[in-house]
């Protein structure tokens, strides 16, 4: 029986169960992805986890699979699928075709892998960096979305995407070197409204979330600078940001997106960042 905190929690929070949602998730073999997985399988989904490093996702299956209970009988909580979202449009589709099989159905694609690329400028970048960011960034998340979401069109269950997008695609904020990233994470926001749009119909919800920095597995080194954390207290208005943690600044907003508690929300861009890009408190705190 459910204790008294569990049930004020689905009273007020019911995006904190999720059981029975299967959720594809790409670039879940470290960072956010790996943070995202752990999180979702504690509130019931099930998972289709996906990314090249196949010895990472079978360790974050066996992760997975040994520490939650899955409500149907001994079937596996999480699976893994090797994916390269840079390979041809049929590879793409064949490994989405294995995701749909793992539980016959797919209710929720997070395109969350991503790449940084080099710091280079508009007069320095490669043709080849750019568009292997273009690639993996943008091209990456439409071909999954094109191939699942025509699945869930088919199956008529309506679905919700989360594209994991990041402040760098905002029109209000531009750092030095971030040509390719910033603008494939812009093309990002355009994708996710005009997905949304075009897939409102078969009720498929499409949203963005763009965080600034967080505590993950690839940001480890860059906390361990000493001089980061008087960087944020300059420069952002929130106090709590240099602790700022994937779980649950980013892992509620992933649940509620999931959950129908957001039926009615979509093409939207969901700022995760403290008030980091809010323009002009440096400025004037400093004048
Ligand atoms: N960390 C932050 O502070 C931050 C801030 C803003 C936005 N973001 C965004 O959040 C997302 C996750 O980033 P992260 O910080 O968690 O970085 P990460 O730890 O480097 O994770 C990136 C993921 O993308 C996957 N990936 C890269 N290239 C791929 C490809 N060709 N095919 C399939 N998967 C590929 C990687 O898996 P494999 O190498 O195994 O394929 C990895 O699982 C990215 O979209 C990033 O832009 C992160």
């Known amino acids: 029986m459910a204790n008294k905190s569990d049930k004020v929690s689905q009273l007020l929070e019911p995006w904190s169960d999720l059981k029975g949602k299967v959720v594809f998730i790409t670039g879940a073999s470290s960072g956010f992805g790996w943070d995202f997985s752990i999180n979702l399988a504690r509130a019931g989904c099930k998972l289709i986890v996906a990314a090249r490093r ?23 909580l999480a699976v893994p699928v090797e994916l390269d979202i840079t390979s041809d449009p049929p590879v793409i589709e064949a490994a989405v075709q294995n995701a749909w099989t793992a539980f016959g159905n797919i209710d929720v694609l997070i395109n969350n892998a991503g790449v940084r690329g080099g710091t280079k400028t508009t007069l320095d970048l490669s043709n080849d960096e750019w568009n292997r960011v273009f690639k993996i960034n943008t091209n990456g998340a439409w071909l999954c979305s094109k ?141």
């Open 54 to 76: 196949v010895d990472r996702l079978d360790a974050l299956c066996h992760l997975i699979n040994n520490n939650f209970e899955s409500t149907t009988s001994n079937a596996p």
């Open 147 to 287: 191939y699942i979401g025509s699945r869930m069109r088919d199956a008529g269950k309506g679905g919700s995407i989360i594209n994991i997008s990041s402040i760098d695609g905002l029109n209000r904020i531009k750092g030095t070197g971030r040509l390719a990233y910033g603008t494939s994470k812009a093309a990002l926001h355009a994708m996710t409204t005009q997905m949304a749009q075009e897939l409102g119909t078969h009720n498929i919800r499409v949203n963005a979330i763009a965080p600034s920095i967080f505590r993950s597995e690839i940001t480890k080194g860059l906390y361990e600078k000493k001089w980061l954390k008087n960087v944020f207290d300059a420069q952002v208005p929130l106090p709590f940001y240099f602790d700022a943690q994937v779980d649950p600044s980013l892992t509620e907003l992933v649940r509620y997106l999931i959950h129908p508690a957001s039926k009615y929300v979509t093409g939207n861009i969901f700022i995760v960042d403290g008030g980091n890009t809010l323009a002009g408190v440096p400025i004037w705190s400093s004048l």
